[in-house]
């Protein structure tokens, strides 16, 4: 399973980005992303179950950005707003053939799939 993650840039504090996230032939219930900033750990952004349940956020993301799924094209979105300095990073794709419980769909262990990331960097 490949999951191909695109979209990242360099982008000004308050603008926008939309990263894709394009898995290669399967539907997964469970779909995230995660970020890791340079000498940080990777942490959660948000996740979407395509059975139950409204999109998960990370609270340094809620109001800002929005995760999202086509599913005639079997891709997953994250439109990012209002963007600030404290985003960049890389930002990867995750999934799972689980439909995680919520409490455990901030956990990366839970993703069995990772996509190869894509970079954000936010400038004054």
């Known amino acids: 399973v490949q999951l191909q993650a695109s979209g990242g840039g360099l982008v000004q504090t308050g603008g926008s980005l939309r990263l894709s996230c394009a898995p290669s032939?399967?539907?997964?219930?469970?779909m995230a992303w995660f970020r890791q900033a340079p000498g940080r750990e990777r942490e959660f952004v948000a996740a979407?179950?395509?059975?139950?349940?409204?999109?998960s956020y990370a609270s340094s993301v809620k109001g800002r950005f929005t995760i999202s799924r086509d599913r005639a094209k079997n891709t997953l979105y994250l439109q990012m707003n209002s963007l600030k300095l404290e985003d960049t990073a890389v930002y990867y794709c995750?999934?799972?053939?689980?439909?995680?419980?919520?409490?455990?769909?901030?956990?990366?262990?839970?993703?069995?799939?990772w996509g190869q990331g894509t970079l954000v960097t936010v400038s004054s």
């Open positions: 032939s399967q539907t997964f219930p469970t």
């Open positions: 995750a999934s799972t053939r689980s439909n995680l419980i919520v409490s455990s769909l901030y956990r990366s262990g839970a993703y069995e799939y």
């Open positions: 979407t179950r395509s059975t139950s349940g409204s999109p």
